[in-house]
Every structure is written in C-alpha cells, then in structure tokens.
C-alpha cells in the first residue's frame, strides 16, 4: 500500500518547466499536479498501445521537476565518494530510470482521481523547504511531504516523504547493503536489469 501512494505522490508533483521568477515552492508545485492529474485523466491513454507513450511522457516532465542529482548523492550517503565522475552521471541517469520504469505502473494502477490538499510550507532556509500536503481518501488521509531545494531560482524536489517514511532514506539503506559488497557499477547494473524486468512485466500485464 505503502509503494502504490508513494508512487501516485510522485506522479502528482511532475509537470512542465518550472518559472524561474516563482519565489514560493507551494506555488511551484501546486501548477504540476493540476497538469500531472489531466495526464491521469487524459482518456487517450486508456488504450493500452498508448500507455508505453504516456510512461515516456511522464518521464520528461518528472526530469524537469525532479532534482535527480539531489536524489542520487543523498540517496547513496557516504557512498557517493566511492563513485568516479563518469560512475556518478551513469548512476544519477540510469536511477532516474529505474525510478520511472518502477513506479509508473504503480502510478497507473493506483490512482483514484484524488486531488491534493495543500496545507503548509516552510521556509527552512533560502533554498531549502518542506511543504506538506495531504490525499483524501474514502476511508482515510494520507499525509505527504516534499523537501525542496531552490537551485536558479527554481525549486525541485529531492525527496518525498509518505506516512513518515523518507524515498532516499529508504533507498540509501538498500544500496548501503549492496554496496557493502558490490561495486558501483555492479549497483548500476543491478538497476539496469531491472529496468529490463520492468519493462517485460510491463508487456505481460498488458
């Protein structure tokens, strides 16, 4: 249940390019979601030769709001040292990837029309922010948080935080594990293959 809402949060903070004259990020994502959600509902998309278009349409504008070198570095910790420049930008692009091929699906089985209720922000300093919003849903509210960091005057999520848990907390535990044993590029390739999985699955369900 956990992964199927984070993975529609994720989803309903992607849009098209940010102003770079925006000052607020509440405002900067409140404008996505409205755009994220006509996507969802966008009844072209309901024929499933068009759903591998609507994944490749998603990814763009998740990239363009998205901070994935914030999420890779923090993601990894400590880890990032180990990896050389080249390591760094194949990781940071082939995680943003897998990020995509893994919740997209999710994203698309999961969501139920929901709107999102904005409740707060706050400015924890020039660049950095939290703004708190949460899900209605039938029997319950689901509380999600967007940490945001303003880099050229456009403020970007670099993580999302579901019912208390953290999406880079809970992947730089993951790699920790597997970097414990592996390589860098041993992890990169273990992301690849599951792209490829993904991908497969992908295919079958349809």
Not at 191 to 203: A, G, S, T, Y
């Amino acid at each position: 249940m956990r992964y199927s809402v984070l993975a529609t949060a994720i989803l309903l903070i992607m849009g098209s390019s940010l102003s770079a004259e925006a000052a607020e990020p509440m405002d900067d994502l409140r404008g996505p979601i409205e755009q994220a959600i006509r996507i969802l509902k966008d009844p072209k998309y309901n024929d499933l030769v068009m759903k591998d278009q609507q994944r490749m349409e998603v990814m763009s504008v998740i990239k363009k709001i998205f901070s994935f070198n914030e999420i890779s570095k923090r993601a990894l910790g400590r880890n990032w040292r180990k990896f050389n420049l080249q390591q760094r930008q194949v990781f940071e692009k082939t995680f943003a990837d897998f990020l995509g091929y893994t919740y997209f699906k999710k994203i698309r089985d999961s969501y139920q029309g929901e709107n999102v209720i904005f409740l707060s922000q706050e400015k924890i300093s020039d660049i950095k922010a939290l703004v708190k919003t949460k899900i209605p849903r039938k029997n319950n509210e689901i509380p999600l948080d967007y940490r945001m960091l303003r880099k050229k005057g456009k403020w970007q999520v670099y993580d999302v935080i579901i019912e208390g848990v953290s999406l880079v907390k809970n992947y730089r535990t993951q790699f920790k594990k597997i970097l414990g044993k592996e390589s860098p590029d041993q992890l990169i390739d273990r992301m690849r293959k599951k792209i490829v999985e993904q991908r497969e699955q992908d295919k079958i369900s349809s």
